[in-house]
């Protein structure tokens, strides 16, 4: 019943076709819909927008997967991210059950946010699970250094902070600092 996955340095995590064929919603595919289920900045995802599958309904699994180095997380619309992660989550389902749990945690080991025409570098950060997805507790932190006007040669700059902490279903609190503080 258990499944345990290693993902290797410099591995593809794709599907392959029969795995895609069986079940459009795998769990390779979740990184999209669990993206697009959330959009801070304002995208709605109905349950009209997603697909329903009896087969994927009936499911019941116990997973164990292990996320380890050179494993990415991309998008290029909406709020742009290219981030590598790593850490050991477990997901759960029961057969028509209205949702699978996950529990553990994962990593944030590098990469950028962009907003704004800005890319924010990854300083750190965690994805903590106990259950529903969308509960999963997130701290973050981005740091993106910018000249200051009037600077020559980059001599007067600041570091702008974007910090993001809180669970998903509560909404998440972003914050903006800078050091010096402008």
Known sequence: ????????????????????????????????????????????????DTAVNRFTDALDYDLTVQIRRNVWLRAESGLPFDIEFEGDVQATKRPFAESSNLFGQIDLVRGSVETRNRRFEIERGTLTFNGPPLDAEVDLSAELDVRLPGSVGGQLSATVILAASG??????????????SL
Request: hydrophobic share 35%.
């Open 1 to 48: 019943k258990d499944l345990h996955m290693s993902c290797a340095p410099g591995s593809d995590v794709r599907p392959n076709r029969r795995q895609r064929a069986l079940n459009p919603l795998s769990p390779f595919t979740a990184q999209r819909c669990f993206a697009d289920a959330f959009d801070p900045f304002g995208r709605v995802v109905t349950a009209r």
């Open 167 to 180: 669970q998903f279903t509560d909404g998440l609190e972003v914050r903006l600092t800078s050091n010096p």
